[in-house]
């Protein structure tokens, strides 16, 4: 059984302990009595170092905890250390997270379901109904409040049986290591907390996703926060820069930009499809009429997309007895246009083409398009065309 340090104390940093067994190999240790948190309840595991060797991960094995380490170490005594800068950052955020699903459940009565420490944020899940966004920016006023007033943060051992006023009831039996934010939330947690709300810093709600039937939202705290802020201040002046305009009109800015360059695509694709319509006639016109009176013309490009030829070949079979055929080498695809009075059926004619190669595709009888596996396949459907 190892003894878990990091229940009455967060703060260690550096202990000594025994390393009482080890796997074949020595790459997995067990210590007698470790302040490294396993990897439980959302929250990541420590790091840092056993007897000089690197501590890889963490895990929680019921009754003991393995340390899996970067080489082997042999059993007897060692010296550890934690990874201070991850530790902290740890507890803040989640000593963010109680403060946090204690203000919605206050403010909305909102519960917390599940909560996740990444690497770059945080995220807790809430039940309960939707997050509006002037609810999350008096949660994160409310939360910050709580920060400056600094309110202890204590951890308590209480027996199962009589733990009372519990924010989410505990299945667990036995022995229950309550966390208590003071006037404010008392929830059954294992993980390491901050002294005082003072210690979590700032806290920054990020966003709201709707996830199946709860509301996510991230957030981060503390050196998360002020480091997210910068980066978001900075991506911002560097916006404003670019207009010469100060910070507050760069969401108007391009809101602006937007609007002009969506009515600036509308005003090229017009112009595109009446090139397309020119090109066509002017193509039908080029053509001299087969022995059947029909006009044949084809098209072939390395690459792209056959849309680009869609509205020539439309153009061209708009005029009467007409045939187009286009054909795109990379990715492998063929196009087939033909007007009503051709006598061609395009969709069953490319269809039955592309059976032949193991090709797909199809279409009506005037404009039907495929793509084959390879080059070879759409040299034997254009000759089928």
């Excluded at 991960?57 to 060692?78: K, S």
């Excluded at 499809?273 to 053509?287: D, K, N, V």
Aim: proline residues 5%.
């Amino acid at each position: 059984m190892t003894e878990r340090l990091y229940y009455t104390d967060s703060y260690l940093r550096e202990f000594q302990a025994r390393v009482v067994e080890r796997s074949p190999g020595g790459l997995t240790v067990y210590l007698d009595r470790t302040a490294f948190y396993p990897a439980s309840g959302g929250q990541p595991c420590d790091l840092g170092a056993i007897g000089g060797v690197p501590v890889l991960d963490v895990a929680d094995e019921d009754e003991r905890i393995a340390h899996r380490v970067a080489a082997p170490l042999p059993e007897g005594p060692a010296d550890c250390a934690i990874d201070w800068g991850r530790r902290f950052d740890h507890m803040q955020q989640h000593s963010g997270q109680h403060l946090l699903s204690a203000v919605f459940e206050e403010m909305s009565g909102l519960h917390t379901v599940s909560f996740h420490l990444g690497a770059e944020s945080a995220t807790i899940d809430l039940e309960g109904g939707p997050v509006e966004s002037a609810a999350m920016r008096e949660a994160e006023r409310r939360a910050n409040r709580i920060v400056c007033e600094n309110r202890p943060v204590a951890v308590r051992f209480e027996d199962a049986n009589e733990a009372r006023d519990l924010r989410k009831p505990s299945e667990r039996e036995g022995m229950l290591r309550i966390v208590s934010i003071e006037g404010l939330d008392r929830s059954a947690c294992g993980g390491t907390h901050v002294r005082s709300t003072g210690e979590i810093g700032p806290i920054l709600l990020r966003k709201i996703d709707k996830v199946r039937q709860t509301t996510r939202v991230e957030f981060l705290c503390g050196a998360r926060a002020v480091a997210r802020a910068r980066a978001d201040y900075e991506a911002l002046w560097n916006a404003a820069q670019l207009f010469s305009a100060p910070l507050d009109e760069v969401p108007s800015l391009v809101a602006a930009q937007l609007e002009a360059s969506r009515a600036a695509g509308k005003a090229r694709h017009k112009l595109e499809l009446e090139l397309a319509a020119y090109q066509g006639r002017e193509l039908y016109q080029a053509e001299a009429p087969g022995p059947d009176g029909v006009r044949r013309a084809s098209r072939r490009a390395e690459r792209g997309s056959l849309e680009d030829l869609r509205a020539i070949a439309q153009s061209f079979t708009a005029q009467p007895k007409a045939v187009f055929l286009a054909a795109l080498d990379d990715p492998p695809s063929v196009l087939l246009a033909a007007s009503a009075d051709a006598g061609m059926d395009c969709g069953k004619a490319l269809k039955a083409a592309l059976a032949e190669v193991g090709g797909r595709g199809g279409g009506t009888a005037r404009i039907a398009q495929g793509s084959v596996a390879d080059q070879a396949a759409l040299e034997r459907v254009l000759g089928k065309l």
